[in-house]
């Protein structure tokens, strides 16, 4: 393996980050325990952070960002992955402290990697990606919590983004009726493809409350904004529901009251997708296996070469990305 290929990395000179496409020898990656080629990435709010060069992600350089990975493994030096398994990789510190899947190769730990599931291809574990691992893990912790299809509608913030279009999917295909915010209008028919039985402005929850407390319309909540959004959710969630919280692309502050939790008993469900460990991975990608329909996944997915990874990144923070977006690495 002492051909050269391709990687993105992020280096900082003079305090900031910059980014180049190098070319580097599997000589050259951090130890790991699985060498793995790597077919496809994705694109993700904190990829869009990294590859323009926010802090707040990265946390040693230099760093390949690209914080999901599919792909075959190569090399392995534990007997749980060996040479010619399809593996996927999502969080568990890529792009933070070890290098990530913005790269033809990569090498990882075997913590946090798990096999494709059977029936998925490399793409489509990309297409479902951090975004998607984290949209099943919120549904997983609303059933949990007793929020069931055939109690009240269920909310779903930032629904056009990747977590909240894979939340629309899973949700309504188990039967739930789901009412999908958005600040962009014009996506109103794709998230009633998605199965929303209900499309309503974002303005709804940030606008100036009026009172502490607004009328028991959801049962239950997945909350990709945080920030006024999810102060305007938790004001709606009706008596013992619950709200998945997952996300901080309207603001990581949260200006609430007591009053949604001591009145009505509520509860704020945290969500974190890196460190989830493997029992959990194991259950959130059986459940995605069995619970994401492979062709409303196709259709909230676009795929986008390596190349563009920097024009992609700005989008997303601009909120102008529309469902998932997969990285082909060798393009
Ligand atoms: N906890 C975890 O482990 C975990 C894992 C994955 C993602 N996340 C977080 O979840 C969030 C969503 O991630 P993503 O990959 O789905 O990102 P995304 O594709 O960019 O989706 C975010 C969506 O939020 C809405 N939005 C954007 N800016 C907003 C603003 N200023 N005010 C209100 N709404 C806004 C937009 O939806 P509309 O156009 O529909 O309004 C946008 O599509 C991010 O904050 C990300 O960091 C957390």
Not at 55 to 81: C, H, Q
Request: charged letters at 20%; glycine letters at 12%; one cysteine or more.
């Amino acid at each position: 393996m002492s051909s050269s290929f391709r990687a993105l990395v992020a280096t900082q000179v003079d305090g900031k980050t910059q980014l180049d496409f190098q070319n580097l020898t599997t000589a050259q990656l951090p130890p790991g325990d699985v060498l793995i080629e790597v077919a496809y990435s994705s694109l993700n709010y904190k990829d869009g952070l990294c590859v323009t060069g926010k802090p707040g992600v990265m946390r040693s350089f230099p760093m390949v960002p690209g914080i999901d990975l599919a792909g075959k493994v190569v090399e392995s030096s534990t007997d749980e992955f060996v040479p010619g398994d399809s593996v996927v990789l999502t969080g568990g510190g890529l792009a933070e402290t070890h290098w990530g899947g913005y790269s033809k190769f990569a090498r990882v730990k075997k913590d946090y990697l798990v096999n494709l599931p059977a029936g998925l291809s490399a793409k489509q574990a990309m297409a479902i990606g951090t975004a998607g691992f984290t949209a099943m893990q919120c549904v997983l912790a609303l059933e949990k919590h007793g929020v069931v299809p055939g109690s009240k509608e269920v909310v779903v913030t930032g629904s056009a983004g990747g977590v909240g279009s894979v939340a629309v999917t899973i949700l309504s295909k188990l039967g739930y009726r789901v009412v999908a915010s958005t600040g962009r209008a014009d996506t109103a028919d794709y998230l009633r493809s998605l199965g929303a039985a209900e499309v309503i402005d974002r303005g709804i929850f940030t606008a100036e409350a009026k009172r502490p407390l607004d009328t028991e319309r959801f049962a239950g909540a997945v909350d990709t904004v945080g920030g006024t959004t999810l102060a305007g959710v938790l004001r709606s969630i009706s008596y013992r529901g619950a709200v998945a919280c997952c996300g901080l692309a309207g603001g990581s502050n949260l200006p609430t009251t007591v009053l949604p939790f001591i009145l009505r008993g509520i509860s704020l469900l945290g969500i974190d997708s890196v460190r989830a460990p493997q029992p959990e991975r194991a259950e959130v990608w059986s459940r995605l296996a069995a619970d994401l329909p492979l062709e409303q996944l196709d259709a909230i997915t676009t795929v986008h070469p390596l190349s563009d990874i920097v024009n992609m990144g700005s989008q997303i923070l601009a909120g102008q990305v529309r469902g998932r977006a997969v990285v082909d690495v060798n393009a």
